[in-house]
């Protein structure tokens, strides 16, 4: 275990947040890192073929990664923690602005005994080590909530643009897991991704503010793409809509252009969100905020799962 040192900061890569216009900036690293891209080769359930479609397109799916018994009994726990009034009145869960329905709740497995087993699985950490080429501990964790008629969407953004600028990740050498509890349909706010964007980094326009984190989890406008990038990215790599029956997974890099709309049908959508990030790529200092978001947000001790 180590705790990483918050004054610390390699080069920048990938500056963002520091000018008055935006920049398409090529990634420098791979999105799958075996023993030829500086990593080292981990045996695991993702086939070649299945990290071949990872490293073109930045995302693959596991079509049942869960049983239909486990997606039960999960999805009984996300129940029990949104209608817990201690785990409501937490700073680690957020709500909705509107409908004021719980919108994710973060460091969940530090809250749940049933998911912390869920991110030690092999089914699921271990893919990611074969993903990153090294032994890898949790950034973070949440569960998202999506319910019908009231769950808002997310905007579309590159998560490593955020954990770059707020956190300190110094490359996109992160990987994270949407695990589904209910049904995705195209009309329930499915994950959308740009197949292939996460080839190229978007710097963003705008300053963060100091404690940016309490709006931008519940509605995030610094840090998101201006419309000509989008429309760029969009003309290039098109859009893919992930749907899937309840116990599909997708891994998606750090990188990828991604996001969600509202859900305005009677269907709710919720899943488990892990980050997985190299042990070899510990944060650092903020490469464009006053002080890092907190460690339930953010964790800055690297303990290897």
Known sequence: MTVTDPGARTADRYPTRVA???????????????????GRDVPGLLSSEELATHERD?????????????VAGYAAELDRLATDPAVRADERTIVEKTSQQVRSIFEVHTLSDA???????????GRARQILGSDVYV??????????????????????????????????????????????FAHNGCLMIMP???RTFVSCVGETPADHYKESLREQEIGTPDPESLTALANRHGIAMLTGKAGSATLFDSNCMHGSGSNITPYPRSN?????????????APFSAPAPRPAHVAARTVRPV
């Open 58 to 70: 930045g995302f693959v799916t596991v079509p049942q990664l869960l049983s239909a018994e486990e």
């Open 272 to 284: 488990i969100f892990i980050v997985f990030n190299s042990v070899e790529n510990a944060l650092e």
């Open 196 to 198: 292939g964007s996460h």
């Open 139 to 184: 950034h973070q964790s949440r569960i998202n909530y999506k319910p019908g008629f009231g769950g808002a969407g997310f905007y579309w953004h590159s998560d490593f643009e955020t954990w770059h600028a707020e956190d300190g990740m110094p490359s996109p050498r992160a990987v994270s897991i949407s695990i589904s509890l209910t049904e995705n």
């Open 20 to 38: 008055d216009r935006p920049v398409l900036i090529d990634r420098a690293e791979p999105t799958v890192w075996g023993a030829a891209a500086g």
């Open 115 to 125: 998911i912390a087993a869920l991110v030690a699985d092999e089914r699921v950490a």
